[in-house]
């Protein structure tokens, strides 16, 4: 499966973006999905995940209240809603797919076998 990222840019503090990564080659209707985010000299980090049924979501505690990450399977398409914007959410946005029955390791980049090219975020203070 093939993932596109896109959606990112500039906003200010407080500010909203939303993340739109585009599924193409199968559908990800069986796929447990997830947004990673890396800013400059830091390691890749967990953002959200939502499984494959879409009942389960998992939030970093970071962005919990104001990220909301959502699928559309009839779209092939997951999204990441982010709101009241802070400076440190300032990165680049990698969506990824993996196919694990439980989505148990969600946390764990090397779990997912596929990966969008990355969005860049940046929040100005």
């Known amino acids: 499966v093939q993932l596109q990222a896109s959606g990112g840019g500039l906003v200010q503090a407080g500010g909203s973006l939303r993340l739109s990564c585009a599924a193409s080659?199968?559908?990800?209707?069986?796929?447990?999905m997830a947004w990673f985010r890396q800013a400059p000299g830091k390691e890749r980090e967990f953002v959200v995940g939502?499984?494959?049924?879409?009942?389960?979501?998992y939030y970093a505690d970071s962005v919990k209240g104001r990220f909301t990450m959502s699928r559309d399977n009839a779209e092939n398409t997951v999204y990441l809603q982010m709101s009241v914007l802070e400076p440190e959410d300032t990165a680049v946005y990698y969506c990824?797919?993996?196919?694990?029955?439980?989505?148990?390791?969600?946390?764990?980049?090397?779990?997912?076998?596929?990966w969008g090219q990355g969005t860049q975020v940046t929040v100005s203070s």
């Open positions: 990824a797919a993996e196919s694990s029955y439980y989505f148990e390791a969600y946390q764990r980049p090397s779990n997912y076998a596929y």
């Open positions: 080659g199968r559908t990800i209707s069986t796929y447990n």
């Open positions: 939502i499984s494959w049924s879409g009942r389960n979501s």
